[in-house]
């Protein structure tokens, strides 16, 4: 008897009803040939990928890392604002718009040229995480902008003119744009990862935004803490052990819960290797900047690894997903799993599940 490579996906027949006919045309007993299938063990989709891999490179993770600096160190700069911490605020505030702008350039060389980047700005489609995040990105970028032109000309304004009152006012919308806008900037990327077919970006969906925002955070924070003096870095010590701790925990659960297949090119490889120098350089910063962040070296040492372990972790889940698109057990095992489920609980309609 021959076998073809869609034997394992035909569904179920039907029970027969009447009696069974003897002596058919060829004069023999028919035989039911469902039994003669043998379970399939999975080994490849003819060495080929079921899902097509993201034809992204070093651009797009350096653009999501660059982003998350964007939006903490807006964050950060405008607490800085409601403390009155000149020069947190300054330098938060210049490097919120130096990040949005570098993560334009990395984005705009990923698309080949700037005109591909204008075209999504044509439409709004609420469905689309790209088109939501272009229009989040523009939002943030211009009131970085209007931060740092409010940085400029404050030196050379009277308070108490008509031109300082309206500086005033710029401040405070500035301030409180930036921070309205910085999660979302944080979190799109992981959604826009989350909302493709590729195996461990999709599984990840629920905990994913979690972590780049919590890694937004503290790579802000290390950033504040290697450019502002420690007499005004006490917000950004807070805020790098509050990251550094919500992104190992939802790094942890979002490991735990996902398939053990799936997850697997988060602990192995390259990705691995990136996955777990991120939580070693997240926790050494954290430490450093509580227990030594007034020191001005240590400050700048904590700083440095906070942010060298949250470009680990862009890197490393931007690459595990990689792998995890090129390999086709990560996509056929999970299924296969769901769909012995179903039958094991009864579902006996159907023979194919997707992604659930």
């Not at 921070?179 to 979302?184: R, V």
């Not at 493709?196 to 990840?204: G, I, K, R, V, Y």
């Not at 050494?284 to 972790?313: E, I, P, Y």
Request: with cysteine; net charge positive; aromatic share 6%.
């Amino acid at each position: 008897m021959t076998t073809n490579p869609f034997d394992a996906d035909r569904p179920p027949e039907p029970p027969r009803t009447g009696r069974r006919r003897r002596g058919g045309q060829g004069g023999g007993r028919r035989r039911d040939e469902s039994l003669m299938v043998p379970d399939v063990q999975f080994d490849s989709y003819y060495g080929r990928p079921v899902v097509k891999p993201a034809p992204w490179e070093a651009d797009i993770p350096a653009y999501i890392f660059l982003g998350g600096i964007a939006a903490g160190s807006g964050l950060l700069g405008a607490g800085a604002h409601a403390r009155g911490l000149k020069t947190l605020r300054r330098n938060s505030r210049y490097a919120a718009l130096a990040a949005v702008a570098a993560g334009g350039v990395a984005l705009v060389r990923d698309l080949g040229k700037p005109s591909r980047a204008l075209n999504m700005m044509r439409t709004v489609k609420l469905t689309s995480p790209m088109s939501v995040g272009s229009w989040i990105l523009t939002a943030f970028g211009a009131f970085a902008g209007l931060a740092v032109a409010t940085e400029v000309v404050r030196p050379h304004l009277d308070e108490q003119s008509t031109l300082g009152g309206l500086a005033k006012l710029a401040d405070a919308a500035a301030a409180a744009g930036s921070a309205a806008f910085a999660p979302p900037l944080a979190a799109y990327t992981a959604v826009l990862l989350a909302d493709t077919a590729t195996p461990t970006w999709h599984a990840a969906y629920k905990e994913l935004p979690f972590v780049f925002v919590s890694s937004a955070n503290a790579a802000a924070a290390g950033l504040a803490l290697l450019t502002s003096p420690t007499s005004e870095t006490r917000p950004a010590r807070s805020l790098a052990v509050l990251g550094a701790v919500a992104e190992i925990a939802a790094t942890e659960r979002m490991e735990r819960t996902m398939h053990e297949v799936v997850a697997e090119p988060l602990r192995q490889g390259r990705a691995g290797a990136l996955m777990r120098a991120s939580k070693v350089l997240t926790v050494s910063g954290a430490v450093g900047a509580a227990l030594f962040g007034r020191n001005r070296a240590a400050a700048a040492l904590s700083g440095a690894a906070l942010l060298a372990g949250s470009a680990c972790t862009r890197f490393g889940v931007f690459e595990a997903g990689l792998v995890s698109a090129k390999d086709p057990k990560y996509t056929v095992t999970p299924q296969r799993e769901r769909l012995e489920r179903r039958r094991a609980d009864g579902v006996v309609g159907d023979s194919i599940t997707t992604i659930g």
